[in-house]
């Protein structure tokens, strides 16, 4: 059996002043998009230790299979990956469980914390034979240290200038071979040069309702707590097709249930748990009603403009776009149409109101 990769999560001593937040440079939590967090996970302790204990993504799962039982027939190290998809759908979990289930070791890396060179070539110079060298929110690395990226992904070695004007020397130095995995919520940010230097480019998908069930029904036999399918049923319908919100569900459920109802989870609970923090049948937040409420009270449903929704609402149109949006637009609530945003039957029958006589646009 594998030996649990070894996280590296140490400072390599970049060099330089320690950051505010007090971890090393270009080590950190994952943030942007919609609903993604920022500092240590609640859910860290759910996340799965190996590929088998994943749940969907099994076309991603068979593909990477393949690629790692070649590379350890050949003895050769794993290809550089880069996982893309929307926030909480489980770039990072595979950028963990790749080096466990390769028996090697990782060093974390994010993309924002790489501010110069100098803070890459740590990570560079300490990677092994065949390690793994994760940097998540890939599209933030800044160009300067991009350029390292390449070489170091393509020939193993990165060419470092040292002095100035005529003096300048440029010192070879090579590299063990590793694998890169870059995780990017944002793949269309990357250059084309970067994005092409990984061999095996994964995007993940939402994932069903059935996935996030059985999600749910694994997590509450880690948690230890009873949860019946049906149960497992009403939190994947309320978690916008996205494991990590199905955790922080369940483990809002769970609080609720223990202070409420004797740790007694049913459906019926899960349901007052979930409304009482304003999540609804369909997984729509309190921002998510306000927004369509405000469309539909205020401009009978549209087509109306964004920044017109935004100043009414008192939010920046940013927030609106970025956060509340897109699920509006991916549940057909909402439809974005040359004169603006427009309410969908389906948004007036879900919140429960008469739908204007008005020609579709
Ligand atoms: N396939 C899966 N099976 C079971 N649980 C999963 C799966 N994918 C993700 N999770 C759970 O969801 C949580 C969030 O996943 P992860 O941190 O990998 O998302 P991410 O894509 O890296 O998000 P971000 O873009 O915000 O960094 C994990 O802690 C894990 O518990
Ligand atoms: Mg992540």
Redesign the pocket.
């Known amino acids: 059996m594998a030996r649990e990769a070894i996280y590296q999560q140490s400072n390599p001593d970049p060099g330089g002043d320690p950051p505010e937040d007090g971890l090393p440079p270009g080590i950190g939590a994952?943030?942007g998009?919609e609903e993604?967090?920022d500092g240590p996970?609640p859910?860290?302790n759910?996340?799965?230790q190996r590929m088998t204990?994943?749940?969907?993504?099994q076309d991603v799962i068979e593909r990477l299979r393949i690629a790692i039982d070649a590379a350890q027939v050949r003895g050769e190290p794993l290809g550089h990956i880069l996982f893309d998809?929307?926030?909480?759908?489980?770039?990072?979990?595979?950028a963990t469980v790749i080096p466990t289930e390769m028996n090697t070791t990782v060093q974390m890396a994010n993309g924002a914390g790489l501010k110069a060179p100098r803070d890459l070539l740590p990570y560079l110079t300490n990677v092994s034979r065949g390690s793994v060298l994760f940097i998540?929110e890939i599209h933030r690395v800044p160009r300067a240290i991009e350029e390292y990226l390449y070489t170091a992904m393509e020939d193993f070695r990165i060419d470092i200038v040292l002095g100035e004007g005529v003096n300048a020397r440029t010192l070879n130095l090579s590299l063990e071979p590793f694998t890169l995995i870059g995780?990017t919520?944002r793949a269309g940010m990357l250059t084309a040069p970067l994005r092409d230097r990984f061999q095996i480019r994964e995007h993940?998908g939402w994932y069903t309702r059935n996935e996030l069930a059985e999600?749910v029904l694994r997590n509450s036999k880690k948690l230890n707590i009873e949860v019946d399918p049906i149960s497992a049923g009403v939190i994947a319908d309320r978690s916008r097709s996205t494991?990590?919100l199905a955790?922080n569900r369940l483990l809002w459920v769970r609080d609720y249930a223990q202070s409420k109802a004797n740790g007694n989870v049913e459906a019926r609970i899960c349901e007052a748990a979930l409304d009482m923090i304003g999540i609804d049948n369909l997984g729509l937040d309190k921002q998510d009603r306000n927004y369509l409420d405000t469309l539909m009270r205020v401009f009978l449903g549209g087509p109306a403009g964004l920044d017109a929704i935004a100043h009414t609402m008192n939010v920046s149109s940013d927030t609106l776009e970025d956060e509340v949006e897109p699920f509006l637009l991916r549940s057909e609530l909402l439809v974005r149409t040359r004169r603006g945003r427009l309410a969908t039957p389906k948004a007036f029958e879900h919140m429960k109101r008469e739908m204007p006589d008005r020609p579709l646009s």
């Open positions: 994952a943030g998009g993604s967090n996970e859910d860290a759910l996340r799965p204990e994943m749940v969907g993504q998809g929307p926030p909480g759908l489980g770039k990072t979990t595979f998540d995780a919520t993940l999600i494991p990590r955790n």
